[in-house]
């Protein structure tokens, strides 16, 4: 696994403290984007929470999935959760360090009384101490939240005093990315009212051993969530519902569950989403289809990653967002004078940049800037990377239908049947397109589609 250091540079670490007025929770930020360009400290907001004990939990939660490995748990992880300010709300997000689960809080216009949000990404520090104080918080006493300097020591921070540098695996950026993808696929599959959503969630198991057992499977029924021996149409995958445990911060607090998953097509493992629905605020936790089988390796972004013309349009595109909550591929296709369908590849492009992600409860996409190299999921995508170096030395053969790619000492045969490509290699074999196609499959959509490559176009 690639990996480099991130260093997160911060003024001052993150304090809960206390005040005339109640409390004061003073999230520092690092480096980050906002509509004004890079920033060591950006601002994003300053007032009081309406429902403090609970956005402290659910901050928590996500904190708690940033530092946990749910496979391979001997190895560390830990990276500050990101938030972005999209103007009427804070959304923060954090990936596990085994890729396997994806974590956000919304906490939503209703949920903030103070300044209208400001607009931007940045990383925020959630230290230890910190973690214990929030812990801490048993009433909903006033709590003031600032994300950012305080506003007179915006122009006058010399520099960093804190840094933290963190191990940043390619696979991790790479996560944002087809977690996003996956989630665009998702429809509503349940909804359950408070009682049946705490009660079906407390009724998980939670030790890892249960991860042994492969994927399990719920379906709607009546009001509740009932297990089904088999992905009847309409089910809903549960990999690994010990992976759900973050969610136990916010249990006594949710209104409602909602549960998202695409549809049932021949039984295998897929991908699933949890909301736990909180009083002026949300908090999601998205399974990747096994516990031992991360986000990044889904391929859902490679086909959009395979074509100039995505690099183009995704260009195009990205000038025309502005930190939206919520993004209408056909707002901007209208706007850019493309195609429904090209504004959306062009999404899934600026995707694998962190540029966009996915909002289940609006079923819209949202703008927001990680503060890392654009195009690191790129380079250090292999099958992307490989395909690219095929087309390029001239390894692929087109004959109508059916392709040649030669590949080592080995010749392969890609052929293409409705619109889908196969292919005689045995990634093929292995997963049959459910995780994305293999480097051959790539190279041949490439060479089709005339996308410059290293050695030429071809």
């Not at 901050?59 to 999209?86: C, E, F, I, K």
């Not at 998953?261 to 009083?279: F, I, K, N, Q, T």
């Not at 195009?316 to 850019?336: G, K």
Request: with cysteine; proline share 6%; net charge neutral.
């Amino acid at each position: 696994m690639t990996r480099s250091v991130q260093a997160l540079a911060y003024a001052r670490p993150s304090t809960l403290e206390s005040s005339q007025v109640g409390a004061a929770l003073g999230l520092e930020t690092a480096g980050g984007l906002t509509p004004r360009g890079a920033e060591a400290h950006p601002r994003f907001f300053a007032g009081f929470l309406s429902a403090p004990r609970i956005a402290a939990r659910g901050l928590l939660a996500v904190a708690d999935v940033a530092a946990a490995r749910y496979y391979q748990r001997t190895l560390a992880a830990s990276l500050d959760p990101v938030v972005t300010g999209n103007g009427d709300r804070l959304r923060f997000e954090s990936f596990s360090g085994c890729c396997g689960v994806y974590a956000r809080l919304d906490v939503l216009q209703e949920g903030l009384d103070g300044e209208r949000t400001g607009h931007g990404t940045t990383n925020v520090d959630v230290n230890n101490p910190l973690r214990d104080a929030l812990s801490r918080i048993t009433a909903d006493d006033p709590l003031h939240l600032r994300v950012g300097p305080e506003e007179l020591a915006v122009t006058t921070l010399d520099g960093p005093v804190v840094e933290k540098k963190v191990p940043l695996p390619d696979r991790w950026l790479r996560g944002f990315a087809e977690a996003q993808v996956a989630s665009a696929g998702f429809d509503l599959r349940a909804e359950l009212s408070a009682g049946r959503a705490v009660a079906f969630l407390r009724s998980l198991p939670r030790g890892a051993g249960n991860a042994a057992r492969g994927a399990q499977w719920v379906v709607a029924s009546g009001s509740a969530l009932r297990p089904t021996t088999r992905p009847v149409p309409g089910a809903v995958c549960l990999p690994g519902p010990e992976r759900l445990v973050a969610l136990q911060r916010v249990l006594r607090h949710a209104t409602a569950l909602r549960v998202y998953g695409p549809p049932v097509v021949d039984g295998a493992p897929v991908a699933s989403a949890w909301e736990v629905v909180l009083p002026g605020m949300r908090l999601t936790l998205t399974l990747s289809p096994d516990a031992a089988r991360g986000f990044s390796g889904e391929g859902g972004v490679l086909e959009a990653l395979a074509t100039d013309e995505a690099a183009a349009d995704a260009e195009l595109v990205s000038v025309l967002l502005a930190w939206e909550p919520a993004i209408e591929p056909a707002t901007l296709a209208e706007r850019s004078g493309l195609s429904v369908e090209r504004v959306r590849a062009a999404l899934t492009r600026l995707g694998t940049a962190g540029r966009v992600g996915y909002d289940l409860a609006d079923a819209a996409y949202f703008h927001r800037e990680l503060p890392y190299d654009a195009d690191r999921a790129e380079r250090h995508n292999p099958r992307l990377v490989a395909a690219r170096e095929l087309a390029g030395a001239g390894a692929v053969s087109l004959d109508g239908a059916l392709a040649s790619v030669a590949s080592g000492d080995r010749r392969y045969q890609v052929r293409e049947s409705e619109g889908r490509l196969t292919c005689t290699c045995q990634w093929w074999a292995d997963y049959r397109g459910k995780r994305g196609p293999c480097k051959h499959a790539l190279a041949v959509t490439m060479v089709r589609r005339g996308a410059t490559v290293a050695g030429g176009v071809r």
